[in-house]
T-cell receptor
Framework: DQQVKQNSPSLSVQEGRISILNCDYTNSMFDYFLWYKKYPAEGPTFLISISSIKDKNEDGRFTVFLNKSAKHLSLHIVPSQPGDSAVYFCAASYSNDYKLSFGAGTTVTVRA | DSGVTQTPKHLITATGQRVTLRCSPRSGDLSVYWYQQSLDQGLQFLIQYYNGEERAKGNILERFSAQQFPDLHSELNLSSLELGDSALYFC???????????????FGPGTRLTVT
C-alpha cells in the first residue's frame, strides 16, 4: 500500500528555470514531510522538511509547500542548476512513529 | 559524506545463500534503520533498532533478520536468497528513535545485492 506517491517519474527542466516536483499522500495522520535527493551510487541526502503546522518552508533555492486539505506537497527549486540533476524522494511520517514512508522518486534532469 | 558507512558496496551471490550486510551509524546516533530499494521503486522500510533494541518492523521477510550491537553498529542478515531479493539495501541513522524535526535520518551509500 503506497501511502506516498510521486506520480511523475521524471522531469526535464532548463538551467535557470524553476523545477516543481509533486507528491501526494493518503495517510491523514502524516504530520512531517521531507524531501531527499539522491545521486547515482550514493545514499539519499536530506534536503528540506516541513511540519504540518506550516504550509511553507524555504531554504535557499529550495521551497516546500504543503496543502494539507489536498494531501499534497511540492518542492520548488529556483533557479535550477546542473548539479540539481538527481532523483528526488518525498517522504512522510507521523508523530511518535519511527519510520519514513517514501515515494518512488522523480528523476530531475537539468539541461544546459 | 553522511557519516554512515555500509559494507560491502557490492555483493553478488547465488540463490539459496546467506549474506550479511553491515552498517555503522553516524557518531552519536543511537538509532539505525534498514531500507530496501528494488528497481524503480521507492525505499521500503524494513526494520529499526534503537540503542540495541528492535523498535519497529516494516515489510521485512521472515528470511531476513537484523541486530544492533553494543557499539551501535548493525547487521542485516538475508538468508535463503531469492532472485527477487536483488536490490539496494540502505542503512540510515538518526539521533533518537522518533521521526520528526531535528531527527532526520542520514543514509549510507547502500549495498547493492545481486542474486543470480
Amino acid at each position: 500500500d503506497q501511502q506516498v506517491k510521486q506520480n511523475s517519474p521524471s522531469l526535464s527542466v532548463q538551467e535557470g528555470r524553476i523545477s516543481i516536483l509533486n507528491c501526494d499522500y493518503t495517510n491523514s495522520m502524516f504530520d512531517y514531510f521531507l524531501w531527499y535527493k539522491k545521486y547515482p551510487a550514493e545514499g539519499p541526502t536530506f534536503l528540506i522538511s516541513i511540519s504540518s503546522i506550516k504550509d511553507k518552508n524555504e531554504d535557499g533555492r529550495f521551497t516546500v509547500f504543503l496543502n494539507k486539505s489536498a494531501k499534497h506537497l511540492s518542492l520548488h527549486i529556483v533557479p535550477s542548476q546542473p548539479g540539481d540533476s538527481a532523483v528526488y524522494f518525498c517522504a512522510a511520517s507521523y508523530s511518535n512513529d519511527y519510520k519514513l514512508s517514501f515515494g518512488a522518486g522523480t528523476t530531475v534532469t537539468v539541461r544546459a | 559524506d553522511s557519516g554512515v558507512t555500509q559494507t560491502p558496496k557490492h555483493l553478488i551471490t547465488a540463490t539459496g545463500q546467506r549474506v550479511t550486510l553491515r552498517c555503522s551509524p553516524r557518531s552519536g546516533d543511537l538509532s539505525v534503520y534498514w531500507y530496501q530499494q528494488s528497481l524503480d521503486q521507492g525505499l521500503q522500510f524494513l526494520i529499526q533498532y534503537y540503542n540495541g533494541e528492535e523498535r519497529a518492523k516494516g515489510n521485512i521477510l521472515e528470511r531476513f533478520s537484523a541486530q544492533q550491537f553494543p557499539d551501535l553498529h548493525s547487521e542485516l542478515n538475508l538468508s535463503s536468497l531469492e532472485l527477487g531479493d536483488s536490490a539496494l539495501y540502505f542503512c540510515a541513522s538518526s539521533a533518537t528513535g522518533l521521526a520528526g524535526p531535528f531527527n532526520e535520518q542520514y543514509f549510507g551509500p547502500g549495498t547493492r545485492l545481486t542474486v543470480t
